[in-house]
Structures are given as C-alpha cells and as structure tokens.
C-alpha cells in the first residue's frame, strides 16, 4: 500500500463531526492526524477475504502543478471493470464524434415517386442510434408521407450494413437468441428500434379470477404473440408478475405469468427480442400501414448497404450525443453501450472485439495509460482488463478538456441524487461530494467496481478508482461491503484536502 501525506489538520469543527458521524478510536485519531488515514485501508480489508483490488485515488490540481498521490492498493494490477467500461466508451466517443453528434436514420430508395407511388423497394437505413424510439419511426413515416409517398411497389427493406447481426460473446447474449428473461441482452444491430426490446403492458381485469388485459407498449398491431396467463386477484393482494421472450417456429412469444390486484396500476415489462432488425420491420412496416402507405411485397433484412443511387425520402436524427450518454452511464444500458461502441469502428459489419479495440486505441493514446483489453463497450464480460491507474489516467484527460469535461461529468452520478439507489450510502461528505460510475457483474465470478471524480473540503478536484474481483472460490461480494469502506476511506482524503 502507498499513500501520501496530505494536509497537517482538519479543523476542529470538521473533527467534532467526524467523531460524532463514526464511532471508536479510528475516528479520534483520524482528526488529530487526517493524514494517518487518508488512504484505503478500509477498503483493503477484502484482500483479507479473498479479494484482489486495484484502487487509485490522487488530486488533479495540486499545489506544485503535479498530481498528488492520496492512496493507492496495486494500482497497476490488471482487473475486470465490469461497466466501469462504459466511462472508457464515454471519453472515447466524445473525443471521436463531440458531444452535438446525432446519428442519422433514415428511409432511401433508388426508386422514382410518381403519383404517390415509389416504384422500388423502401429501404430502412439503420444509422446505429442506440436511442432510436418508436416516436422517432412516426416521425420517419409523417416525413415519409410530406415526400408524396402513399404506396410502395415494393418490399420494405431494414438495412443494417453498419453492423448486424453482432455476433454474441457473452453467455446471456448467446443464450437470449433462443429466450431472455431480461432487457440488457437484446441483440445488437445499427437498425434496433427501442434497445432491441418488446415491450408489453399489463393491466388487471374488472374483476378478480379474470386474464389479465395485456398489449404491446408501442403497437395496437399484434406484432409478437403473447402467452398470458397473468391472472387479475382481489385488491391489495399483491402484484408479481414474470415475463419471458422465447423464440420457436411461432417467432417470437412473450410469456407471461404471474398475477395482479384489481386496484394495481398497470405494468410495464420488456424482454429483448430475438432478432433485434426483424423488429424493426415488425414495427416499421405496423406504422406505414397504419398511416395508410401499403407495401406490396413482404419486408426482409439486409445487410447490404444502399447504393450510391439511392435517394434520401426521410431522415431523422438522434438525440445528441451527450444525451445518449446521460442515459447510457446513468443507466448502464448495456444495449446503448455497446451500439455506441460498434459506432466507433469504420469498417461496415462491425464486431464487439473491434469496437473494444477502438476504445483500447482511444486509451493508448493517453500518456501513462498501461495496458487495456476491451471486448465490449458496455463490459458484460469479465474478459475486460485495466487497472486503477489507467481509469485515473483517462479521467484526468477528461478533466483537461475543457469542451469535452462537462459532457463527461455530467453522465456520472452523485450518490445523493443518482437514479441508482443503492449508492445512496454514507456520509453526507461522500454523497455531495463524489461523482462516480458503477459496474457490477456476478458470473463467473464477482465485480465490484466504482470509479469517478471527488470535491474536496477546500473545493478541489481528485480522481478515483477502484476494481475489486472476486474468483470462483470466494463468496458473493455485496454493495455495501465496498462502498461502506470506500466512503469512510474517501471521506478522510475529501476533509483532509
């Protein structure tokens, strides 16, 4: 373990809180000597247990103009991220792309209009927005119809030459092609239409004993069967319901069971889809006939990109890229990660290990980095390797870039505020003082990583970051355990500075 000396003293009313806020000896000494335990201690203790760790935490604008080391445990030792990942994507995307890119999809033909007919097929152009919704499809096909489009003497086509279909790499992506009891797996594609998921509502009957009623979120059309047997009981009976896609000769089901109180609001499930460019087409094509524009011949999936012939009759843009990244890091949308990610390569037909290869070039670049092994954007597999010091080096880098910095800073969440509640633990000094960003991942075996930036007592800018991984022969690692030490550990490098 390496740690620096900080600060000589916290001044007494700083100490009469931390006494009051922590019980024991520590805390006494920690005020009369901050510096004796600015450092991870705390956190170290799970090396005890079984645990490997690589932790980091330094300033950004120290007095002598060179960052000052506050704590360090093995900062240079190789571990899983997990989605710790998703902040690599994040600084590499907008160093690539800025933070006002949209990606723009759109409908193209090498077809004449004439009369409100096109003569050729309408090809769906997926432009890889990882935030395509069904709103943004209506307002495709309203655009469709201001072009003088009523009919199509054709097959409607979804494109998705930039990449798709994505070849799975990890277990719940591979098995999800056949069932998926969850959203994070859908499969991947530059054409997907709502993160590559149905999306179906339950709601209880009149009256108890009854099936519940049940549609899809985003179509009045029946474009997926629905298996329910969701049964409605009395009120205040309580509401659980389970929900699974699976893929057979029928396509895709949603199967649903479970059960729901009269008095209950309706829910919400979403379950990724099997073929996330067929779902498109699905959807797309329930809208053109619902806006009265036929298409005469049955839709297909392409991956053959357009001809250069090919007319532009629609286009719609995505929400800026620092929108997109508000979600994707708030959320760790896993879909959205790696979309983005598969954005980041030139080349049409874009793999996962390429995208994490682009992202390794991203964090190359950087002075003092070390060595980065990224299969993902998003960092579904435990395969991803960095270490603290490398996090740190990238965040730094962000932090000096004035254009770039506030997009970045602002897709990490405070513990105070942030959506995910089960960081909302410790003192108020780390809860108001601490940006970070997560990453959790069980199988086959434990990670806990958390990484992020910190304001001192004295209004200071730090870096943080720290890996701990598990193996298959230690036990299940909880939030509480990490973040419970971390917090203390960083509280006393926070009031020490």
């Avoid at 309408?122 to 890889?128: P, Q």
């Avoid at 054709?154 to 719940?172: H, K, M, N, Y």
């Avoid at 958390?450 to 298959?472: D, E, H, P």
Wanted: proline share 5%; hydrophobic share 40%.
């Amino acid at each position: 373990m390496k740690f620096s000396a900080v600060n000589h003293l916290v001044k007494s009313s700083i100490c009469r809180w931390r006494r009051a806020l922590v019980i024991g000896v520590a805390s006494t000494v920690l005020c009369a000597s901050p510096a004796l335990y600015a450092d991870f201690s705390r956190l170290g203790q799970l090396e005890s247990k079984g645990f490997s760790i690589s932790a980091e935490a330094r300033l950004l604008d120290a007095d002598t103009g060179s960052n000052a080391l506050l704590g360090s445990l093995n900062p240079d030792r190789q571990l899983s991220p997990a989605s710790v990942t998703k902040a690599y994507l994040s600084a590499a995307a907008l160093n690539r792309f800025g933070p006002q890119h949209r990606f723009t999809s759109q409908l193209v033909s090498t077809g004449n209009v004439d009369n409100g007919v096109l003569r050729g097929d309408l090809v769906f152009e997926g432009g890889g927005d990882p935030g395509l919704t069904t709103e943004d499809l209506w307002r495709l096909v309203q655009r469709l119809q201001l072009a003088g489009v009523r009919e199509v003497d054709g097959a409607l086509i979804v494109s998705q030459w930039r990449f798709g279909p994505v070849e799975c790499i990890t277990t719940d992506r591979c098995n999800a092609r056949t069932r998926v009891t969850n959203a994070y797996s859908a499969p991947l594609t530059s054409a997907g239409v709502n993160f590559g998921s149905w999306c179906a509502n339950i709601a209880p009957a009149a009256a108890a004993g009854e099936p519940a009623r049940v549609g899809l979120c985003d179509s009045q059309a029946p474009l997926v069967a629905i298996d329910n047997q969701v049964i409605t009981r009395p009120a205040n009976s309580g509401t659980d319901i389970s929900a699974e896609r699976i893929t057979d000769e029928r396509g895709d089901v949603l199967r649903l069971t479970g059960q729901i109180s009269t008095n209950a609001s309706a829910r919400d499930v979403y379950r990724g889809a099997g073929d996330a460019a067929e779902k498109t087409a699905q959807v797309l094509l329930s809208m053109l006939n619902q806006a009265g524009v036929s298409v005469r011949d049955p839709w297909r999936v392409s991956s053959t990109q357009p001809p250069n012939s090919a007319q532009r009759l629609a286009a719609v843009d995505s929400k800026p890229l620092q929108e997109l990244l508000l979600r994707t890091m708030n959320y760790s949308n896993n879909y959205m990660a790696d979309v983005l990610a598969l954005n980041l390569v030139e080349t049409p037909q874009a793999q996962l290990r390429q995208a994490g290869q682009a992202i390794e070039a991203y964090a190359q670049s950087l002075s003092g980095h070390g060595p980065l092994t990224l299969h993902s954007g998003s960092g579904l597999t435990t395969d991803n390797r960095t270490s603290a010091h490398g996090v740190n080096v990238m965040l730094e880098d962000m932090f000096h870039q004035s254009a770039l910095f506030p997009s970045f800073v602002a897709s990490f969440q405070s513990p105070a505020n942030g959506v995910m509640r089960f960081i909302r633990r410790g003192s108020p000094t780390f809860q108001n003082n601490v940006m970070l960003k997560t990453g959790t991942l069980n199988q086959p075996f434990a990670v806990r990583a958390v990484a992020g930036y910190f304001r001192t007592s004295q209004g200071r800018w730090g870096v943080f970051s720290v890996l701990v991984n598990g193996s298959g022969s230690t036990p299940y690692l909880s939030w509480p355990e990490v973040l419970d030490p971390l917090s203390l550990d960083l509280d006393a490098m926070i009031l020490a500075n």
